[in-house]
C-alpha cells in the first residue's frame, strides 16, 4: 500500500507575536481542506517579544504544528535552512508568517507538483508596502545578477514555493554556511514553474527589510554566485593603466618639445586621490570574498536550537544543531 504524500509547512518567525493567531486562522482551514497529512515547522528566530509562547501554546492545542526555538537571532536564511532541516515531508513549503504570503494559493502549487514540476515558486504580480526606492532597488538587482551571475533568477519570486523532497535534501545537504536561498533554489535546478499571485499588505509589524538591509542582503547575494566583482577590477586596473601610459607618453613629448614645467600639482593630487579610492574599494571588494571563506572556514552550525516542541528526536542532518 502507498501512503499518501505528507506536507511540512515552514514558516520562520521574528518578533512577529501580533500576527502568530492571525496567521494559523488563515493557515488551518487551507491545510484541512488538503487530502494530505501535513506538519507545520514554526522556526522562532531568537524573537524577543511573546512569539514563542503564543506558538507553544497553538502547539499544545493542535500537535501538528511543531515548534523550534533558536538559541539567538541568525537570520531569515539560516532559520529557512533550518525548517527545511526539520521539515519531514514529501512536499516542503516555506512562507512568511506576516500573511504577505496567501496561504490559499497552497492548493495550487500541489496542482503543479502533481502534474510533475518539482519546485513551484510564487511570482509577485506587483510589490505590495514597498516604497520607490525599494521597488527600483529590486529591479535594479534583478538585473545586476541576471547579467552578471551564472544562475537567473526568476524575477519576483521569493522565498514563498514548494519544493519536492529530493529538492530539499539537496539544499540539506550543501555545506557552505553564508545562504542566499533565492539563489541557491535557482541553483539546484529541477523542473521549475512559477505561479502569479498578489501580494498582501503587511498584516501587523514593520518590515524587517530597511533598504540598508535589502542592499546588503542584494550584496552578499551577488557575491554568493558570482566572483564578476573580483574580476571586473582586473578589467578596470587595465583600463587605468592604459590610460596612464597614454598620459606618460604625452608627459614625455612634451617635456621634450617644451622643456620642464612646474604646474600640474592639482593633477597631480586629484590622480593620487583617484587612484586611491579604487584601490581601497578593490580592498573592500577582496575582504568581502575573505570574509565569506575565513566564515565557511571555521564551520560554524548554521543555528543553535535551544528549544524544540512535538519532536521525537533530532533532524537527520547532523551538525546543524
Not at 621634450?256 to 581601497?280: A, H, N, T
Request: net charge neutral; hydrophobic share 45%; proline share 5%.
Amino acid at each position: 500500500m502507498t501512503r499518501s504524500p505528507r506536507l511540512s509547512i515552514v514558516v520562520p518567525f521574528f518578533n512577529e507575536s501580533p500576527n502568530v493567531e492571525r496567521f494559523f486562522e488563515r493557515l488551518l482551514p487551507v491545510l484541512d481542506g488538503i487530502r494530505l497529512n501535513w506538519e507545520v515547522i514554526c522556526i522562532n528566530d531568537g524573537s524577543r517579544d511573546d512569539t514563542l509562547d503564543k506558538l507553544v501554546a497553538i502547539h499544545q492545542r493542535e500537535a501538528r504544528i511543531k515548534v523550534v526555538g533558536l538559541s539567538r537571532n541568525f537570520g531569515k536564511e539560516q532559520a529557512l535552512s533550518a525548517g527545511l532541516a526539520y521539515a519531514e515531508g514529501d512536499v516542503v513549503i516555506p512562507i512568511d508568517a506576516d500573511l504577505q504570503h496567501p496561504p490559499e494559493l497552497i492548493p495550487a502549487m500541489l496542482d503543479k507538483w502533481r502534474e510533475g514540476y518539482d519546485v513551484v515558486f510564487a511570482v509577485r504580480s506587483q510589490r505590495t508596502g514597498q516604497g520607490l526606492l525599494s521597488k527600483l532597488f529590486a529591479k535594479a538587482f534583478y538585473w545586476v545578477f541576471d547579467k552578471l551571475s551564472e544562475v537567473p533568477l526568476p524575477r519576483e519570486a521569493g522565498d514563498f514555493r514548494l519544493l519536492d523532497r529530493k529538492v530539499v535534501e539537496v539544499i540539506n545537504a550543501m555545506p557552505e554556511r553564508t545562504r542566499f536561498m533565492k539563489g541557491i533554489f535557482a541553483w539546484v535546478g529541477f523542473r521549475q514553474v512559477g505561479i502569479p499571485y498578489e501580494q498582501e499588505e503587511r498584516l501587523f509589524g514593520e518590515t524587517k527589510w530597511g533598504f540598508l538591509n535589502l542592499l546588503r542582503f542584494g550584496f552578499d547575494g551577488l557575491v554568493a554566485f558570482s566572483d564578476y566583482p573580483l574580476r571586473i577590477w582586473a578589467v578596470i586596473g587595465s583600463i587605468i593603466s592604459g590610460f596612464a601610459f597614454l598620459y606618460i607618453v604625452v608627459r614625455l613629448i612634451r617635456t621634450l618639445i617644451y622643456g620642464i614645467d612646474v604646474p600640474g600639482y592639482e593633477s597631480i593630487i586629484v590622480i593620487v586621490l583617484f587612484l586611491g579610492g579604487v584601490q581601497l574599494i578593490t580592498l573592500g571588494i577582496l575582504g568581502h570574498y575573505l570574509g565569506r571563506v575565513f566564515n565557511e572556514v571555521k564551520g560554524r552550525p548554521l543555528f543553535i536550537v535551544r528549544d524544540r516542541f512535538g519532536f521525537s528526536d533530532t533532524p537527520s542532518n547532523k551538525g546543524r544543531d
